[in-house]
Structure formats: C-alpha cells, structure tokens
C-alpha cells in the first residue's frame, strides 16, 4: 500500500522527513515521519488535521520545535496557518494578531533565523466564479513565532505567484513564478528576471545580496548582483519542495 504525502519539511535539528498525508492505515488524514538514518517510517492519525482536499507549504521552526504549514484553499473563519508540535504531537490552527495576510494560494512561506520568523510572500488571490485577469499578488508579511504577530512588510517590486522563495542572514530572496497568472491559467507572463532580494532588517528591496560571513570562502563577504542575464548559483540556495512515496 503507498502512502503519498505532501507539505515535505525537514526537521533541521533531527534530520527526520515530515509530511502530510491523506491515506494511512485507519484512511484518515496522517502525517508521515520518515527517518533517513535508519530508513524507517512511521504514522501518526491526526483527528483535528487538513481534510483531504488540502493543499500545503510546510516549514520547519526549530523556535518553536514544530511545523508550520500555510494551507489552501481558504475557508472563510478558518486560519490558513497551522502549527504541529513536535514535542506534544498536536496539530492546531494558528490564532494571531496584527497585519494578517489577506486568503491567499501558492505563496511562497519560509522560515527565517531558524523559525523565530516566518514570512508568507506573493502567491494569488481565491477566487471562483468570473474569470480573474490576474491573481498574482506582491504583498509580504512576516509573523513573529514568539508573539503570534503579523508585520506587513515592503511590498515586492513585481508580483510573484508561483515562486521560489528562500532566506538566508538578513535577506529573503524569492525568484520565477508568474508575474501574471489569469485564474483560467490562460494569460500567464513569467518572471524571467534575476531574484528579488528583501533586507529584513532595512525593509528594502533589491537585487544585490550579502551571504553570511559564515558561509563565504576565507570570511571575506562581498555583494553578489544579480540581472536577468547572470546570477551566480553557488552562493544561492532556491527551496526546492521534495516528494517521497512510503512503501
């Protein structure tokens, strides 16, 4: 029997594979645990999770020791943000404060300085009914884990919907994905340009990024600039989700 899963996050601190599943022994929506070291898996029933129609970016707060997915579609009253502790194993929607991200689907989510933060970019608007010319938003928000609090952060400089997105030091990067994306798929413009670039801490935007001293060669950091013609890979890591089917 195959147990799919979607929402596939690492736990950083214990290297084991999470994710969300909507088939498991007993038929009820699951979340898979896949431990790498000793190729196992196990399951654990979750009463209170997504229903099978759910859609999920998960991310991984070593903060907080839990997971946080930001799901779709939207239902109205429901949060869009839900957390799993690890430690007590139990999955409950997120009750914040503050700017909170109006519904929204494909966004990118990302965790920052080690799940103390989460941002939620981009993404596109919910919609059914007439057809929308475009769902593509480029708004940013960013939740304080600690406090539950949403900030609205700089809007981005082009709509993102669709998109890559990752963090590292002091800036968030999101690429690609759709600048327009009409909600009957049939005008779409992508997003051929060079990344993004958000300085969390000046709330700026643009195209220029400083890695970490800890990770430049020698602990020299100079700014690396992208265009739509060169980028350089190797001191950029773009989040790429991965799929696993437990046997």
Known sequence: MNYASNGIVTDTDSGQIYGYGSSSPTGDWNITVFDPVRNTASYQTLPD???????????????????????????TGVSQLNQYDLVAKTFKPVVATGDIPPPRTSPCFVSVNNGAKLIVAGGGIETSGAVVPNLALDDVYM?????????????????????????????????????????????????????????????????????????????????????AKSFMTGYLAIAAATLFVIM
């Open 49 to 75: 999770g997504p229903n099978e129609n759910t859609t999920m970016t998960t991310v991984y707060s070593s903060a907080k020791k839990s997971l946080f997915t930001f799901k779709a579609p939207y239902v």
């Open 143 to 227: 939740l304080d884990v600690a406090t539950m609090v949403w900030t609205k952060m700089a809007n981005m400089p082009t709509k993102y919907f669709g998109a890559a997105c990752a963090a590292s030091g002091d800036s968030f990067i999101i690429w690609r994905g759709y600048n327009v994306c009409s909600s009957d798929m049939m005008a779409v413009t992508a997003n051929w340009g060079g990344p993004a670039i958000l300085d969390m801490k000046a709330n700026t935007w643009g195209t220029s990024y400083t890695p970490p001293s800890k990770t430049t060669n020698g602990g020299n950091s100079s700014a690396l600039n992208f265009s």
